[in-house]
């Protein structure tokens, strides 16, 4: 990944999580805690808005699995919204069960996802 995609895709979360807080302007941001990716990007975009923020952080004992019971622990938290940035299988198993539990899903896992309010 070269500088100008990972400028591209930190400028893709701010701009989202800025849209979400637009629909949500009492949001409370909830993530998992990584020290990069996505997650810290989250992270830094609530520091610097001033949004509170909860870390889930992997179980690694749970190994293969710690990221689906992560994932488990927030979706408990009945959220209004999940917001799925581009990653893995366990990424989609979030996005699968948040539509099942009704929680709307804003899908940026590609340039043509969904955004806040659509």
């Given amino acids: 990944e070269n500088t100008e995609d990972a400028r591209v895709y930190a400028d893709n979360i701010w701009a989202t999580l800025d849209k979400v807080r637009d629909v949500v302007p009492d949001l409370f941001l ?27 952080s992997l179980d690694r004992r749970l190994g293969a699995r710690a990221g689906f019971k992560r994932n488990e622990q ?35 896992r590609s340039p043509l996802g969904t955004s806040p309010g659509s």
């Fill in 30 to 56: 909830v993530h998992g805690g990584d020290g990069k990716g996505a997650d810290r990007l989250a992270a830094s975009w609530a520091e610097r808005r001033e949004v509170q923020q909860l870390t889930y």
């Fill in 74 to 108: 927030m979706l408990s938290l009945n959220p209004r919204y999940v917001v799925a940035f581009p990653g893995n299988g366990v990424t989609e198993r979030l996005v699968i069960d948040a539509k099942a539990r009704r929680i709307t899903v804003v899908d940026r």
